[in-house]
Each structure stands twice: as C-alpha cells, then as structure tokens.
C-alpha cells in the first residue's frame, strides 16, 4: 500500500511534466516542418534540375523583378549559386534532405512524446548551427539571420530550461522520498 509521501512525490513530477508539455509540442512543430520544408525544397528542386531549367536565367528575372541591381555584389554572388545549381547531383540532394528530415521527424515525435533522448538532441542540434548562425550574422547581418539565430537560441534555452527542471524535480523527489528501510 503506498503511503501519502509517495503520492504527493508523485504529483508534482507529472505536473511539472505538464506544464511542459505545449512548449514542446510548438518546438516539436517547429521541428516537423524544418522536415517537411527540407523535402519539399529538396523535390522542387529535383525537379527543376530535371527538367533542364535554366537557374542562371531564373535568378535574373528574379532580380529583375524586385528591382535589384545585377552589378551589385550580392547579386553577382546570387548568380553564380544559380549557375551551379544546375551541376548538383540530384542523388545528393535527395539523400542529404532526406536525412536531415529524418532527424528533424525523430525529434519531433520525441518532443512530442516529451521523450529525454529528444530533449538533448534538441539542444545538441541547435547548439551545432549556432556558430554556423553567427557566422551568418557577422559575414552578412540581415533581418533574417537576426530571425534564425534568435529563435535558435530561444529553443535551445527553453529546452535546457525544461531538461534543468526535469533534472531538478527528479532530485527533489528522490530526497523527499522515504528511504526503503523506513
């Protein structure tokens, strides 16, 4: 028969699981799409390298249509990635969004789930990009390198902000729990 210690002990870890649990649900969201969006670049892509488009002549009418000069650096850099996107092997495409997919997919279900393994991942994965980001940032600041890195670095820290609490409540109940000899 469980005494009234063990219940109460009990209660504020699956509250505090909880309360947790929208928080993970949108970052696991969040992660679902980053996947979705990755093979979905990843197929339209494909297709326009099979379908012999013309990358180069693309972008020109893309700068051209936002009014953009195509002297400019950025512009003449925005071109040349073009150029080269008609040389990439679509097996690599399809391979490297595929598994980045795969990831993106286990860590939401995991978060969704509110699984440990996906809460470290979580924060592992994100700490990868952030010099990567701020390498961004510093090469070229923009609005949306200012976006990304923000709200990596929001995710990160509200899921080792979750992982600290878990970890916490963990060691509050094993020092409020009666030692089995009592």
Known sequence: MLDSGTITAARPRSARRHS??????TVAFLEALKGVLALLA?????????HDVDFEGAAE????FLHIDPDRHMSQEFLNM????????VVWILVIATAYAVVRFAEGYGLWRQRVWAEWLAIISGCIYLPIEIY??????????WAILFINILVVLYIGWVRWDEIKSA???QVSAPSPAD
């Open 20 to 25: 947790h649990r929208a928080g993970l649900r």
């Open 42 to 50: 990843a197929y339209l892509l494909t297709s326009m390298i099979r």
């Open 61 to 64: 009418n893309v700068l051209f």
């Open 82 to 89: 073009a150029d080269k996107l008609s040389d990439v092997n």
């Open 136 to 145: 961004k940032l510093v090469q070229r600041p923009n609005g949306s390198h």
């Open 171 to 173: 060691s509050q109940q």
